[in-house]
């Protein structure tokens, strides 16, 4: 829809989000670990409503996601 946005780790500052851990950069076969951080003023871009991971969908490769406490200033 139009107020639709894609968000990346890089990229234009207004539209990227920030890793605080990221321990799945590495395939070492052990569940990772990787915690993201979204930072907005703008309450249009809320909520978040797809997810769409990358370098994932091997056949040895699984995704979940625990969404965590969220703050509203």
Not at 24 to 45: D, F, L, M, P
């Amino acid at each position: 829809g139009p107020t639709e946005r894609e968000s990346r780790a890089e990229g234009t500052s207004r539209f990227t989000y920030g890793v605080t851990e990221d321990g799945c950069t590495s395939h070492t076969g052990a569940w990772g670990k990787t915690v993201i951080e979204y930072k907005t003023t703008k309450t249009s871009r809320l909520p978040i409503i797809d997810l769409a991971p990358m370098d994932v969908g091997a056949p040895d490769q699984e995704f979940g996601i625990d969404i965590g406490p969220v703050c509203f200033l």
